[in-house]
């Protein structure tokens, strides 16, 4: 009986040094992300949402912006529809790529800087503190918007079996299927979205410090229509 209650009492400090240590780490870890700029996104709500047919009913494009910011949830689901890992075990994604390369990398502008979707661990990388969103378009509107998409290839994940025009067309395919998966999110959550082509792409490059093996295919505007 003695050694029953010592058991317990031993299991007992052990669950308490274990959530003592959790709640260590987690406040290590925030402190880190809070210091390194690294925004860790919530987990995305992959459940609900209009149904399909309604969606492709009310797909469109628009481009007058509010200032109304995007909460930090619909940021998280935003980016997960757009290109998250929707199976862990494989890591394959929500939006295709030719021959699984995984190419496509989407980086984010807003008021409060540039940052680079991480789609493993599911938070934003810092690029820099800068609002660089009217650099992401040549149209008037595109500054306006809360969150500008820039959807960039790296060449060098691409298969070296590709020509360079192979390379190009299949990296432009490619973010197809995700401009597309973002204009269905955004039917579904009643946000406005736009694809735009019309870009300096050698300025926006230099603006996010891209390397000469990332091209910027698109960019896309999200937000509250005005």
């Not at 390194?36 to 481009?63: E, H, I, W, Y």
């Not at 980086?107 to 690029?127: F, N, Q, R, S």
């Not at 969150?147 to 590709?162: E, F, G, H, N, T």
């Not at 269905?184 to 410090?209: D, P, W």
Request: charged residues 20%; aromatic residues 8%; proline residues 4%.
């Amino acid at each position: 009986m003695n050694e029953l209650k010592k058991n317990k009492a031993f299991m007992k400090q052990t669950k308490s040094l274990l959530f003592a240590l959790i709640i260590w780490f987690s406040s290590i870890a925030i402190v880190m992300a809070q210091e390194t700029g690294v925004v860790q996104l919530p987990a995305p709500d992959t459940s609900g949402g209009k149904p399909l047919m309604s969606v492709f009913n009310q797909r469109c494009s628009q481009r007058n912006y509010s200032d109304r910011p995007l909460s930090l949830q619909t940021l998280s689901n935003l980016l997960w529809a757009a290109n998250g890992i929707n199976r862990p075990d494989s890591g394959k994604r929500t939006a295709p790529t030719a021959m699984n390369d995984q190419e496509i990398d989407v980086y984010v502008a807003t008021t409060e800087g540039a940052y680079l979707y991480d789609h493993v661990k599911h938070c934003l990388l810092p690029i820099h503190s800068n609002d660089v969103r009217a650099k992401m378009g040549v149209q008037g509107f595109v500054k306006d918007a809360p969150i500008v998409l820039v959807y960039v290839a790296d060449y060098k994940r691409m298969s070296k079996l590709m020509s360079k025009e192979d390379k190009n067309f299949y990296a432009a395919t490619d973010v197809g299927f995700v401009s597309q998966n973002v204009y269905l999110f955004c039917a579904s959550e009643g946000l406005a979205t736009v694809v735009i082509g019309m870009v300096s792409r050698n300025n926006a490059a230099k603006a996010l410090n891209l390397t000469e093996h990332q091209k910027i295919i698109l960019t896309q505007c999200v937000g509250y229509s005005k």
